[in-house]
C-alpha cells in the first residue's frame, strides 16, 4: 500500500468516526447556564473555543459555533433597538 493510499484509508477512517460521533450526540440538550458560561468564555477571551470545549464538556464544535452565532445575532439586535 502506498503511502497515498495509506492516507485516504486515514482520511476515510476518521471522516467515517466523526460522522458516528455526530449521531452519538445529536440529542444532547445543555441547560442554558452551560451555554452562557460556554459563550462567555469565548467572547471575553478567558478560553479559546477548543478549550470552552473541553472544559464545559461539549464534543461537537458545531454546538459551540451556533450558540456563538445565536449570541451575536442576539448582540446586533439589541444594538439595532438601542439606536432607535
Same mark, same amino acid.
Request: hydrophobic content about 45%.
Given at each position: 500500500? %502506498? #503511502? =497515498? &493510499?495509506?492516507?485516504?484509508?486515514? =482520511? $476515510?477512517? &476518521?471522516?467515517?468516526? &466523526?460522522? %458516528?460521533?455526530?449521531? +452519538? @450526540? %445529536?440529542? #444532547? ?6 451555554? &452562557?458560561?460556554? $459563550?462567555? /468564555?469565548? $467572547? ?5 473555543? $477548543?478549550?470552552?470545549?473541553?472544559? @464545559?464538556?461539549?464534543?461537537?464544535? /458545531?454546538?459551540?459555533? /451556533?450558540? =456563538? ?5 442576539? +448582540? ?9
Amino acid at each position: 500500500m %502506498s #503511502i =497515498l &493510499e495509506m492516507l485516504i484509508k486515514f =482520511l $476515510v477512517d &476518521e471522516i467515517i468516526m &466523526e460522522k %458516528s460521533r455526530l449521531k +452519538q @450526540y %445529536s440529542g #444532547i440538550r445543555y441547560p442554558k447556564e452551560v451555554k &452562557e458560561k460556554v $459563550v462567555h /468564555a469565548i $467572547v471575553t477571551g478567558e478560553l479559546l473555543l $477548543v478549550e470552552a470545549m473541553e472544559k @464545559y464538556n461539549v464534543p461537537i464544535r /458545531a454546538t459551540v459555533v /451556533a450558540w =456563538l452565532k445565536k449570541y451575536c445575532r442576539e +448582540q446586533e439586535k439589541l444594538a439595532r433597538m438601542k439606536k432607535k
